[in-house]
């Protein structure tokens, strides 16, 4: 059709496979966004195993220097997220650095900031805080992913608005004499 309109010099013909190849990558992009929510809804469920895992990986290599991205990256959200340990601050007697320190006590990080003398000492665990960071961590990653999957539905909404208009200009074509040729009688229109 859009051949057919370039060879003919019928601007209406290719301006009507632009619209078809439009509505068709709109398609494809619309599908695709589909798939992803569809996906991401399914598999937020997963998050929490592998939330899981991987936190279980990053205490065992914590050792408290700050070079350590690892060691960086728990006393970072232990200090954004208010908490402490995988599961309770107790979680940090079970690692290689807890052992090799011999101190008893945990990370700074863990410490309340509202507590100024904290030394981070399990002989005070009112200093500390008490909820783990596994929980909120799983449960800020799948508010994240709700609010994509929100975002993609809505654009993936917006696209199908477009796909819809683009249907209609190019059905109403075949019937409005407006569609017709943009020059007529050597003049444009």
Same mark, same amino acid.
């Given at each position: 059709?859009?051949?057919?309109?370039?060879? /003919?010099?019928? *601007?209406?013909?290719?301006?009507?496979?632009?619209?078809?190849?439009?509505?068709?990558?709109? &398609?494809?992009?619309?599908? *695709?966004?589909?798939?992803?929510?569809?996906?991401?809804?399914?598999? +937020?469920?997963?998050?929490?195993?592998?939330?899981?895992?991987?936190?279980?990986?990053?205490?065992? *290599?914590?050792?408290? =220097?700050?070079?350590?991205?690892?060691?960086?990256?728990?006393?970072?959200?232990?200090?954004?997220?208010?908490?402490?340990?995988?599961?309770?601050?107790?979680?940090?007697?079970? =690692?290689?650095?807890?052992?090799?320190?011999?101190?008893?006590?945990? @990370? &700074?990080?863990?410490?309340?900031? =509202?507590?100024?003398?904290?030394?981070?000492? &399990? #002989?005070? @665990?009112?200093?500390?805080?008490?909820?783990?960071?596994? !929980?909120?961590?799983?449960?800020?990653?799948?508010?994240?992913?709700?609010?994509?999957?929100?975002? #993609? &539905?809505?654009?993936? !909404?917006?696209?199908?608005?477009?796909?819809?208009?683009?249907?209609?200009?190019?059905?109403?074509? /075949? +019937?409005?004499?407006?569609?017709?040729?943009?020059?007529?009688?050597? =003049?444009? #229109?």
């Amino acid at each position: 059709m859009g051949q057919c309109g370039i060879t /003919s010099s019928k *601007t209406v013909l290719v301006f009507l496979n632009l619209i078809f190849w439009f509505v068709i990558i709109l &398609l494809l992009v619309f599908v *695709t966004e589909v798939v992803v929510v569809v996906l991401g809804y399914v598999y +937020r469920a997963k998050v929490e195993n592998e939330v899981d895992r991987s936190i279980q990986k990053v205490y065992k *290599t914590y050792n408290g =220097t700050n070079p350590d991205a690892a060691s960086r990256a728990i006393d970072y959200v232990q200090r954004q997220l208010h908490c402490c340990g995988i599961h309770n601050y107790s979680d940090w007697e079970n =690692t290689d650095w807890f052992k090799e320190t011999k101190n008893q006590s945990v @990370p &700074l990080s863990c410490c309340r900031e =509202t507590v100024s003398s904290c030394n981070g000492s &399990l #002989a005070h @665990p009112s200093d500390l805080y008490a909820e783990g960071c596994e !929980a909120l961590v799983v449960k800020k990653l799948q508010e994240i992913m709700m609010h994509v999957i929100w975002a #993609a &539905l809505a654009f993936a !909404a917006i696209q199908l608005l477009g796909m819809l208009c683009a249907c209609i200009v190019l059905c109403r074509r /075949s +019937r409005d004499p407006a569609y017709e040729l943009l020059i007529t009688g050597g =003049t444009y #229109a």
